[in-house]
């Protein structure tokens, strides 16, 4: 008896508690709530420009390279969550080939995490790792930092970022554009 006396009572404050705790939290306004959308692709070709500053750019200007080098690529883009005022949790790849108008083979990969506004406004941050086999250490990590805007033109959308590497030998601006093909 004493058995089945406790196992109701353990239920019956289980049960309550769980109560009393949603009853106790506050509904999450509207334009807060996350969507249940399915996920997007939002890739697309990207080129631009990376410009060195300090140790690096002096290194360049060494060997005969400019401290100015272009980039083409590609952006892997995946929308994983949208609140219904608009916003947008991304993931995303950028794949680049750079300094090809120099003779160079400069490999770059970054991964970031970012969010993007109902407006397009944007930013993220993550890892990058950039190859280059002219480059006695070949293989260069740093973090990178970017915003930008993804700009509505008719029927598409046009992505425009402005990146910065924080990495030894000083900092390295990327500037990007491109297209969604998504």
Same mark, same amino acid.
């Given at each position: 008896m004493s $058995?089945?006396?406790?196992i109701?009572?353990?239920?019956?404050?289980?049960?309550?508690?769980?109560t009393? #705790?949603?009853?106790e939290?506050?509904?999450?306004p509207?334009?807060y709530?996350v969507?249940?959308l399915?996920?997007?692709s939002?890739?697309?070709?990207r080129?631009?420009?990376t410009a060195f500053?300090? #140790?690096?750019?002096d290194?360049?200007?060494?060997?005969?390279l400019?401290p100015?080098?272009?980039?083409?690529g590609w #952006?892997?883009e $995946?929308?994983?969550v949208?609140?219904?005022?608009g916003?947008?949790a991304?993931?995303e790849?950028?794949?680049?080939?750079?300094g090809?108008?120099?003779g160079?083979?400069?490999g770059?990969?970054?991964?970031?995490?970012g969010l $993007?506004?109902?407006?397009?406004?944007e930013?993220?941050?993550?890892?990058?790792f950039?190859?280059?086999?002219?480059?006695?250490?070949q293989l260069?990590?740093s973090?990178?930092?970017?915003?930008?805007a993804?700009?509505?033109m008719?029927?598409?959308y046009?992505p425009?970022?402005?990146?910065?590497g924080?990495?030894e030998?000083?900092?390295?601006i990327?500037v990007?554009?491109?297209?969604?093909?998504?």
């Amino acid at each position: 008896m004493s $058995r089945i006396f406790m196992i109701a009572a353990s239920a019956a404050l289980f049960l309550g508690a769980g109560t009393l #705790q949603a009853q106790e939290r506050p509904e999450v306004p509207e334009e807060y709530r996350v969507k249940k959308l399915p996920s997007q692709s939002l890739s697309g070709p990207r080129f631009g420009f990376t410009a060195f500053t300090g #140790q690096t750019a002096d290194n360049r200007d060494a060997i005969g390279l400019e401290p100015i080098m272009s980039q083409f690529g590609w #952006q892997f883009e $995946r929308q994983l969550v949208s609140t219904s005022n608009g916003a947008q949790a991304l993931l995303e790849w950028v794949l680049l080939v750079g300094g090809v108008e120099q003779g160079e083979f400069n490999g770059s990969m970054s991964f970031l995490a970012g969010l $993007r506004t109902r407006d397009g406004f944007e930013f993220g941050a993550g890892p990058n790792f950039n190859y280059n086999p002219d480059n006695p250490d070949q293989l260069t990590q740093s973090m990178i930092v970017a915003v930008g805007a993804t700009v509505p033109m008719g029927d598409f959308y046009v992505p425009v970022n402005v990146a910065m590497g924080l990495a030894e030998g000083g900092p390295r601006i990327n500037v990007l554009l491109g297209w969604i093909v998504g």
